[in-house]
C-alpha cells in the first residue's frame, strides 16, 4: 500500500464515520410556571396536547396562538418538558425557535406570556409582534 492510497482510505473512513447528528436550539423552552399551569390544565382521563402558533393578526402583524388538541398534525414539532407536552405548528416553527414560554399571574389577569428573542417590535398593548 503507498501513502496515498492509505491517506486516500483514512479520509474515505473519516466521512462514512463523521455524525449526522447537529445541536439545534430548542423550539420552545417551557418555565416551571408554565409546566405546572398546563399540568393542571391537561389533566383529564383524555390526553390533551397544547399547540402553539402565529397569526397573521394586530397592528404589529403576528399573534400567538394557542389552542388544545387531542392529537399531533403531521409537520408540528413536539416539546418534551416535564412530563408535558407541546406541539408547536410548523408554520410557526421558525417564528418561536428558542422563545420561552411562560405563566403569569397577577391582580387582573393570568395569562401564557412568550419571551421571543426574535421579536424586533410589539405594538402598545403587547398583543402582536413583528419579527
Do not use: W
Amino acid at each position: 500500500m503507498t501513502l496515498h492510497s492509505i491517506v486516500k482510505q483514512a479520509a474515505v473512513n473519516t466521512t462514512r464515520t463523521t455524525s449526522k447528528l447537529r445541536l439545534r436550539k430548542a423550539p420552545l423552552i417551557l418555565t416551571p410556571a408554565a409546566v405546572q399551569r398546563l399540568k393542571y390544565m391537561t389533566k383529564e382521563d383524555d390526553p390533551q396536547f397544547l399547540r402553539v402558533g402565529v397569526k397573521t393578526k394586530g397592528c404589529s402583524g403576528n399573534s400567538y396562538m394557542l389552542e388544545f388538541t387531542k392529537k399531533k398534525d403531521k409537520f408540528d414539532e413536539v416539546v418534551d418538558q416535564d412530563g408535558v407536552t407541546v406541539l408547536v405548528d410548523s408554520k410557526a416553527l421558525l417564528t418561536v425557535l428558542g422563545s420561552e414560554m411562560d405563566y403569569v399571574e397577577d391582580k387582573l389577569s393570568s395569562q401564557f406570556v412568550f419571551n421571543n428573542p426574535n421579536v424586533k417590535g410589539t405594538c402598545g398593548c403587547g398583543e402582536s409582534f413583528v419579527v
